[in-house]
Nanobody
Framework: QVQLVESGGGLVQPGGSLRLSCAAS????????IGWFRQAPGKEREGVSC????????YYADSVKGRFTISRDNAKNTVYLQMNSLKPEDTAVYYC?????????????????????WGQGTQVTVSS
């Protein structure tokens, strides 16, 4: 059974940093894409960033390019999202999700409904 567990959320001031972790179990990441998505109250779910384990290719939403970095640790079956220069508009519940590598990372990341396995989410609040 595929399980994804997020951690690392919290309250941070504007300009601050957080690192989210997504620990996967029940499958190996070899041919999967792991994505980070977020949803703020009253807004649609947004694909933030995704990474392919097989070749390390990545995708970032325009809203986070240059500020967020996605990475993976294959030995730990874990994907990270380093978030720097956080803004109040980054406030949301962040989820990680997994999907088999059935298309390009970008095509998958902008189509969240294709992701069949989801974590429980972790709250990120950016406020002074």
């Amino acid at each position: 059974q595929v399980q994804l567990v997020e951690s690392g959320g919290g309250l941070v001031q504007p300009g601050g940093s957080l690192r989210l972790s997504c620990a996967a179990s029940g499958f190996t990441l070899d041919y999967y894409v792991i994505g980070w998505f977020r949803q703020a109250p009253g807004k649609e779910r947004e694909g933030v960033s995704c990474i392919s384990k097989s070749d390390g290719s990545t995708y970032y939403a325009d809203s986070v390019k240059g500020r967020f970095t996605i990475s993976r640790d294959n030995a730990k079956n874990t994907v990270y999202l380093q978030m720097n220069s956080l803004k109040p508009e980054d406030t949301a519940v962040y989820y990680c999700a997994a999907v088999p590598l059935i298309s390009t990372v970008q095509a998958l990341c902008v189509t969240s409904r294709l992701f069949g396995s989801w974590g429980q989410g972790t709250q990120v609040t950016v406020s002074s």
